[in-house]
């Protein structure tokens, strides 16, 4: 197992996979009165900052200043960007009711179907035809072609790629990607601020302290470095876990934070689920194209282009961007089983806004890697592994070139060491694609959308449940209330 924040050298702690918090629904916070237990949040704005040949480029929460920024990169695309901004926020409002609960029983039947064709149909009441269209072509459609139909500026499309496909199976000309637009604006919630709160202080292991403490209050026994073996089952009815270690833990009720995968075909017995369902599980697409790279430096990274008025946490984010051409080309290369010459990699300095960190004047790095292949075509990735830490090294050097000569430490994590350690099938950070096929009622399956299993007295609460991926807190939420109204 691995820490939520790794020490990378003495007195250095970086937060080792999930890295920034902009998706953390305001609702869960309040809830667990995580606040009050140590949690704390800072500004993340801009939210994501690309930096690109000779210049940085901001996307930020002030109008007047994001207006001022496009004045200088898409004079041409000003208003059209503000249409689709809002256009987007509409069409998202829509969604949002569903985040926080589970997605509509298409298989209900009787009252209950009754109740859940009302549910939805509250939902959408306001819904007009545009909307509709609107709907089925963000849902449908992709993002590259809808960045070139509605914007002449590479720069502003290259800002928005930066934000709308992190972890994503497939390249920006690939259908269903224009989603992303719409699954990154679902975080904020009931707090529209709360998608430009991303920073927490302590690193992202301060998330899950706070909720250790909410459950230490609440009696709840937490157990760690104790990883399960199989989950017990008697007459299709879940029983309890068996630890690796052999330790049998009784339970009348088990819940699988765990990917559908590895909680289906790897933790139960075969015999204890139907053969097709078994196939449908294996079939769920999982292959993550994604890796991290963590830094510890002597001193800040320089950025070429970033303007000197910018401060330290306004300093703390850049994404080095491929165009959507070489973003596609290289989704084809990872498909292919190579890495690609031009990686997308986001890179966030979380020292700059959370000393805690990094002392002695020391920075802390994390940088998120794609679009890489879960098995390399050449080699493995045991071969591989500090190769690609080079290449990402080199590649931060051409837009801040003092970073190569500033790293004291340095962590590889490819995708099959995502997998390894931190015990995700294929190393897909979101427990399964983002995609609209795998997504809503379809998520992980039909049928097993609203977090029961075949399995009686299973549940699934992890990122493979609706709403999907990302730090969130929603399908630990939607499961629990699940839970609850079925017991």
């Known amino acids: 197992t691995e820490e939520v924040d790794a020490e990378l050298a003495p007195g250095c702690r970086v937060s080792t996979a999930s890295y920034i918090a902009t998706m953390l629904r305001p609702a869960i916070i309040r809830d667990l009165k995580l606040a009050s237990y140590g949690l704390k949040m800072v500004e993340c704005d801009p939210v994501v900052q690309a930096a690109l040949e000779n210049d940085v480029v901001g996307w930020w929460s002030d109008e007047a200043r994001m207006r001022a920024e496009l004045a200088r990169v898409a004079p041409d695309d000003i208003e059209t960007f503000f249409e689709t901004e809002n256009e987007l926020k509409r069409l998202a409002a829509y969604l949002q009711p569903f985040f926080l609960e589970a997605p509509p029983d298409i298989h209900a039947t009787g009252l209950s179907r009754l109740s859940e064709l009302w549910r939805t149909y509250r939902r959408f009441r306001g819904v007009t035809g545009d909307d509709i269209s609107g709907l089925t072509r963000f849902l449908t459609g992709s993002l590259g072609e809808f960045l070139d139909r509605r914007f002449e500026s590479d720069k502003l499309k290259r800002l928005i790629l930066s934000n709308s496909l992190y972890g994503k199976h497939g390249g920006p000309y690939h259908p269903g ?224 070139p003092n970073v190569p000569g500033s790293v004291i430490a340095r962590r590889v994590y490819t995708p099959l060491d995502l997998e390894q350690t931190f015990g995700i099938t294929e190393g897909n950070i979101f427990h399964g694609d983002i995609s609209l096929e795998q997504m809503f009622f379809m998520r992980p399956l039909p049928r097993w959308s609203r977090y029961a299993t075949p399995i009686q007295n299973l549940y699934l609460c992890g990122a493979g449940t609706h709403p999907g991926g990302g730090v969130t807190g929603a399908p630990g939420h939607n499961a629990a209330h699940a839970i609850l109204q079925n017991n």
Not at 264 to 272: C, R
Not at 323 to 351: F, I, K, M
């Open 177 to 400: 990607t224009a989603m992303g637009l719409l699954f990154h604006l679902l975080s904020g919630g009931d707090a529209d601020q709360q998608a430009w709160q991303g920073h927490v202080i302590g690193g992202m292991g301060a998330i899950t302290q706070a909720m250790r403490t909410a459950c230490d209050e609440l009696g709840v026994e937490i157990r760690t470095d104790a990883p399960v073996d199989v989950i017990n089952v008697t007459s299709g009815r879940a029983q309890g876990v068996t630890l690796e270690s052999g330790e049998v833990i009784d339970a009348g009720l088990v819940v699988s934070n765990a990917d559908p995968k590895r909680t289906f075909l790897t933790l139960l017995d075969k015999s204890e689920l139907p053969a097709d369902f078994r196939a449908d599980v294996a079939n769920i697409r999982m292959d993550g194209p994604a890796g991290k790279v963590n830094f510890v430096l002597s001193e800040e990274p320089q950025v070429n282009g970033m303007p000197a008025g910018r401060t330290r946490a306004q300093r703390s984010l850049f994404t080095l961007i491929p165009t959507l051409a070489e973003a596609e080309a290289n989704y084809n290369a990872s498909q292919q089983g190579h890495v690609p010459d031009r990686l997308w990699v986001d890179c966030v300095l979380a020292s700059n806004v959370d000393d805690t960190l990094a002392p002695n004047g020391r920075h802390m790095l994390t940088c998120f890697v794609q679009y890489l292949p879960y098995s390399p075509a050449q080699g493995s990735w045991d071969d591989r592994r500090e190769l690609l830490g080079d290449q990402v090294t080199e590649l931060i050097g051409q837009f801040a």
